[in-house]
């Protein structure tokens, strides 16, 4: 969030007109740090004018709840883990029976197939031999009986092969309930993540560069609820100078354009800036404008970068900018 830290400028050209200039203040960009999510404040490791390390924790909340939340998801994917274990060694078991069972009935017919057809070839023998005399009417009774039955045991091999190819799916049920147990993984591990991204949330952070608390807003033992401030930093080298400029002037001040800074707590010494951010609107605006003396009061936001020397400005600091001749 921006925040100004001085609420009004002044703009105040000089009368040496080979040497014109324009009063502002030294402002920042302060950072509100604030808590995304509800706890008891525990600690808050950083106080008013103390440096702060990039990245810091500057504040803990208490996370028990959250960390309770994290280890229950954590066992139950413990478990869904060991029960996808046992599904790959159901299938892998439930396949390797099914194969072998599959194989052996199939030998079993083929075995059966051969011995119908040898009985087959033996009951015509005995019905040449007994119409040639040569064997009896009992003997061609045994062989159509042992024919009979080669047919009733070739009929049952291939009822046991039939059922032997229908138990594949047992595999393709226990495959359906492994594949369920890894959806639930997948979905346990995303509820996980984001388990621990709330739980992260419990420490403060401070921004990726070093900073300086500027305000504190909340002490340990005090509740801070989503959107609740815990400090205010300012980056040393993240300010400028902020003026307003009439509108007669403000075709002088393009971006980019060079200037020198005084502050008038170093009067005498110079520092390099650049325009960085001229407003398309002016401020300051009277209620009517009706005369050409009431659009002359009109005056433009300008902010100066400081190429030099940041960190020894201090917001609130006033001082005065100076245009460098173009092309300076």
């Known amino acids: 969030m921006r925040v100004l830290l001085l609420v009004m400028l002044l703009v105040v050209p ?169 959806e639930r993984h997948t979905l346990v591990e995303a509820q996980l993540a984001e388990l621990r991204v709330t739980a992260a949330k419990y420490a403060i952070r401070a921004p990726a560069v070093p900073t300086v608390v500027q305000t504190q807003h909340i002490w340990p033992g005090e509740l801070a609820q989503p959107g609740a401030a815990v400090l205010s930093v300012l980056d040393p080298r993240d300010k400028y100078v902020q003026l307003y400029v009439p509108v007669a002037d403000v075709a002088q001040f393009t971006l980019g354009r060079k200037v020198a800074i005084e502050l008038d707590s170093r009067p005498g010494t110079r520092t390099p800036g650049e325009v960085s951010f001229v407003a398309e609107e002016a401020s300051f605006t009277p209620e009517k404008i009706e005369t050409r003396d009431d659009r002359l009061g009109q005056v433009y936001r300008v902010k100066v970068r400081i190429l030099e020397d940041v960190e020894r400005f201090q917001p609130g600091t006033a001082g005065n900018v100076y245009l460098e001749a173009s092309g300076a």
């Open 14 to 182: 000089a009368c040496r007109r080979h040497d014109v200039h324009y009063t502002g203040f030294v402002e920042g960009e302060e950072r509100v740090l604030r808590s995304e999510v509800t706890g008891r404040v525990v600690e808050v490791a950083f106080a008013e004018g103390d440096a702060v390390p990039a990245d810091a924790i500057v504040a803990r909340l208490d996370d028990a709840d959250s960390e309770a939340k994290v280890h229950s998801k954590e066992r139950e994917r413990a478990v869904v883990t060991a029960d996808i274990a046992t599904g790959e060694e159901k299938v892998a078991l439930t396949r390797a029976n099914w194969e072998r069972t599959l194989a052996a009935s199939e030998a079993d017919v083929r075995q059966a197939t051969t011995t119908a057809a040898v009985a087959e070839r033996t009951l015509a023998r005995e019905a040449d031999l007994v119409r040639s005399g040569a064997s009896t009417a009992q003997l061609l009774d045994d062989a159509r009986a042992k024919r009979d039955q080669a047919k009733s045991a070739l009929d049952r091999a291939r009822e046991m092969y039939a059922k032997a190819q229908s138990d594949a799916r047992s595999i393709t049920v226990a495959e359906r309930e492994l594949a369920t147990l890894r």
